[in-house]
């Protein structure tokens, strides 16, 4: 086994990233369009898979992306993200958003969306590659460890079911 292929703490590869929004990221309502909270979701689930997995990984799949509350011009977005669950070569990372007015630091950041995507790391042909084992640290961590499973059971369900609706709809 290489030093790539060794297990990695949840903390290993956690990253946050930030942005403050502007008026060309609005939608027709005049709050941050739902697209740029996704872009930077991605961009900071991509850098987590990348760091993970120690080298190119790629989106293979938005799992769920919940919005809760608006995005609004001149708020500080910032996402935090860390890989819940691996498999051979894919994983899934969480992505929490949160928002603060850029000029009031007084003002506690709000939740505003949650993000599940899933990665997979490539290698320079664009295979499939392995990745490492999660070592699983705190309470939390085995909490979004067990989530992630019930939406890989998810997934993989519906895959089926909608493979064999087509095989039987044929």
């Given amino acids: 086994m290489t030093d790539l292929l060794l ?5 290993y590869a956690r990253v946050s990233l930030a942005m ?13 369009h739902g697209g740029e909270i996704v872009k930077l979701a991605d961009s900071t689930a991509g ?4 760091r993970h997995s120690g080298g190119p990984a790629v989106t293979a799949a938005l799992d769920e992306m919940l919005f809760l509350r608006p995005v609004h011009v001149g708020d500080i977005v910032r996402t935090d993200a860390q890989v819940n669950w691996v498999g051979r070569s894919s994983m899934e ?9 850029w000029n009031d630091p007084s003002q ?7 993000a599940y995507f899933v990665f997979v790391a490539i290698d320079s042909d664009g295979l499939a590659r392995p990745v490492p084992d999660l070592i699983l640290e705190t309470d ?3 909490r979004r460890h067990r989530e992630a499973e019930i ?20």
Avoid: M
Avoid at 23 to 31: A, D, I, M, P, V
Avoid at 47 to 50: G, T
Avoid at 108 to 114: E, K, Q, R, W
Avoid at 154 to 168: F, M, N, P, S, Y
């Fill in 47 to 50: 850098a987590v898979a990348q």
């Fill in 93 to 101: 990372v969480g992505v929490r958003v949160e928002t603060q007015p």
């Fill in 7 to 11: 297990p990695r703490p949840t903390s």
């Fill in 151 to 170: 939406r890989r059971a998810h997934r993989l369900a519906r895959k089926a079911a909608i493979e064999a609706e087509r095989q039987d709809g044929s």
């Fill in 20 to 32: 403050l929004t502007a008026r060309s990221q609005t939608n027709l309502l005049g709050n941050v």
């Fill in 140 to 142: 939390e961590d085995r």
């Fill in 108 to 114: 506690g950041t709000l939740h505003v969306a949650t």
